[in-house]
C-alpha cells in the first residue's frame, strides 16, 4: 500500500479566530521597551554620541551644520564622557590617549555644560606657541604648504569676516556667484599627521607666549586659526578653553552622519533634502 502524506480539511486550515495565543500584556511590552531604551543608553555612553557644529573654528575640515558621531572607547572613560558626571570618580578607566592630530570633543574646563570640538596640536609634555601665525611645536616650526583659496558662499559682504589687513577677500566664483576666498594652507604635524588650516590675517591669536603642556593635559586648536577660541586663550565661559585636563575629553571624532547648509525650512520637507550636503555624509576622521 502506498503511504500518502495526510492533507488537512479545508476547515482546518488557519483562521484568525481560531487562534488561541495570547496577545502581548502591557508588562511584556513595557519590558520590550525598557531594554531598548537600556541599550540605547548603552551605545550612547559607551560606544558613541552625536554631537553637531554650531561653529566655523574647525573650517574648513569640519562645517558649521555638520553632525558627528564621536567615539567614545578609544580613550577610555572618564566622568564627562558618561551619563551624569557628578556620580563617577576622576580619572580615566581604560583605553588610550589621544594623539597629535587627533580631532576630539571635549567639555570647557570653565563650562563643562558646554562641549566643543578641536584638534590635539600639543601633548602633555610639549612646548607650543605661535609666531606670526606659524605654529611652533618643540622648538620646531610646523610645516605649512599653501594651497588653493577656501571658497564660501556669501549673501553680502558681512558673510565675509575680512580682517582688517588680512588675507581674506570677498569676490565672484567661476560661476559669477558672490564669494568670501580664505588662504588655506596644509599643515603636517610632528608624526606625520596632514590636514587644512585657513588664515584670514593678522590677528592677536597669531603671536602667543609659550605653553608647557603639563601631565594630563592637552593643547587643543581649531583649524580655522583666526577665528577660534582654543587653548591659546584662557578659560572662561564663551571663549577659550587653555589648557584641557584629559578628564574632559569625551571621545574622537569618528563621522560626518549629516550635513545641513542650514538653508531647510521645517515647514517644507523638500528643503530639508535640498539643504543637505550630501558630500560630506559619511566623511570620516
Request: hydrophobic fraction near 35%.
Amino acid at each position: 500500500m502506498n503511504e500518502t502524506a495526510e492533507i488537512g480539511h479545508p476547515e482546518e486550515e488557519y483562521r484568525p479566530e481560531n487562534d488561541q495565543r495570547k496577545p502581548p500584556s502591557i508588562w511584556s511590552r513595557l519590558r520590550v521597551l525598557a531594554t531598548l531604551v537600556i541599550l540605547a543608553l548603552l551605545v550612547r555612553s559607551l560606544v558613541v554620541a552625536p554631537f553637531n557644529i554650531p561653529s566655523r573654528s574647525m573650517t574648513p575640515t569640519m562645517l558649521v551644520g555638520d553632525y558627528l558621531f564621536a567615539a567614545k572607547w578609544p580613550y577610555g572613560y572618564s566622568r564627562f564622557s558618561l551619563p551624569l558626571p557628578g556620580l563617577w570618580p576622576e580619572g580615566r578607566l581604560g583605553g588610550g590617549r589621544p594623539e597629535r592630530g587627533d580631532i576630539v570633543v571635549f567639555r570647557s574646563p570653565a563650562d563643562p555644560d558646554t562641549s566643543y570640538v578641536k584638534r590635539v596640536i600639543g601633548l602633555p609634555g610639549d612646548r607650543v606657541r605661535m609666531s606670526d601665525g606659524q605654529l611652533i611645536i618643540n622648538g620646531e616650526r610646523v610645516p605649512r604648504t599653501q594651497v588653493s583659496d577656501f571658497e564660501e558662499p556669501a549673501e553680502d559682504a558681512g558673510d565675509c569676516p575680512v580682517i582688517p589687513l588680512g588675507s581674506a577677500r570677498l569676490g565672484s566664483n567661476a560661476d559669477g556667484q558672490l564669494t568670501c576666498f580664505t588662504p588655506r594652507y596644509r599643515e603636517t604635524l610632528p608624526g606625520g599627521h596632514s590636514y587644512f588650516v585657513l588664515d584670514a590675517g593678522d590677528t592677536t591669536a597669531d603671536t602667543t607666549q609659550l605653553f608647557v603642556v603639563p601631565e594630563g593635559h592637552y593643547f587643543l586648536m581649531g583649524d580655522d586659526r583666526d577665528r577660534s577660541a582654543d587653548s591659546r586663550f584662557p578659560p572662561e565661559p564663551g571663549g577659550g578653553v587653555g589648557l584641557v585636563p584629559e578628564d574632559y575629553i569625551i571621545g574622537r571624532a569618528l563621522v560626518i552622519f549629516w550635513s545641513t547648509d542650514g538653508s531647510a525650512s521645517w515647514a517644507n520637507p523638500v528643503s530639508w533634502f535640498s539643504a543637505a550636503r550630501w558630500d560630506r555624509i559619511g566623511h570620516g576622521y
